[in-house]
């Protein structure tokens, strides 16, 4: 069975722009979550999405937000980039919210702002 | 506040050993604890998790312990193999709320 398919896997973006990206989960899996990770940091939390509603937020700004599609694909979008959004944006499918079950995580889209 | 803390950022062990990773949570409440592994250029993969209900969990060649009253977290690697070096991340989780991963240890295999 197809795992998680993150897309594009490496993006270079320029401080301003805005940028997209796309998250196909395991077929069957409802739940679609984002983490942001970064040297260091761990894997932040972005936000979760369940059923196209989004059902967990984390503390991140305005700027990151996202949305899910009645098949369960996910998109996340940041506007206006930072430097500091560079990162390795995760993300992870689940048959139940809030990661119930496991987590299977895509191979993520490593963003870099110049 | 909550916080998934891990006690060291890197281990080295020799090939065959075996490794204990630990890790220290903050909320007593958390129901749910999960080890994932990450390789470089890959995604946390799930290695094993364990219910607060649970004090043990062996999967192969993995072991995970849950202590609650000192609130703290172990995984241990048997027979560690080259293929073991990775970036291990524990999670803690408390009913329908977010996953809340830990910064991570990096586990270096010595041949």
């Known amino acids: 069975k197809a795992g998680v398919t993150q897309t594009p896997r490496y993006l270079i973006k320029t401080r301003g722009q805005q940028v997209t990206l796309s998250c196909s989960p395991i077929?069957?899996?409802?739940?679609v979550s984002w983490y942001q990770q970064t040297p260091g940091q761990g894997l932040q939390f972005l936000f979760e999405?369940?059923?196209?509603?989004?059902?967990n937020k984390g503390n991140f700004p305005g700027r990151f937000s996202g949305r899910q599609f009645s098949n369960s694909r996910s998109e996340m979008n940041v506007s206006t980039l930072e430097l500091g959004d560079s990162a390795l944006y995760l993300c992870a499918s689940s048959v139940g919210t809030g990661g119930s079950y496991g987590y299977t995580f895509g191979s993520g889209t490593r963003l870099t702002v110049v | 506040g909550e916080s998934v803390g891990l006690h060291l950022p890197t281990l080295s062990v020799q090939e065959g050993d075996n490794s204990i990773i630990n890790c220290a949570y903050s909320?007593?409440?958390?129901?749910?604890f999960i080890w994932y592994k990450q390789e470089s250029g890959k995604g946390p993969q799930f290695i094993i998790d364990i219910r607060s209900n649970m004090d043990k969990r062996q999967g192969q060649r993995v072991t995970v312990l849950l202590n609650k009253t000192v609130k703290h977290l172990s995984l241990q690697i048997a027979a560690t193999q080259p293929g073991d070096s990775a970036v291990y991340f524990c999670a803690e989780k408390r009913g329908y709320q977010k996953v809340t991963f830990g910064t991570g240890t990096k586990l270096q295999v010595i041949p």
């Open positions: 077929s069957g899996h409802r739940s």
């Open positions: 999405y369940f059923s196209e509603t989004q059902r």
């Open positions: 909320n007593s409440a958390s129901d749910y």
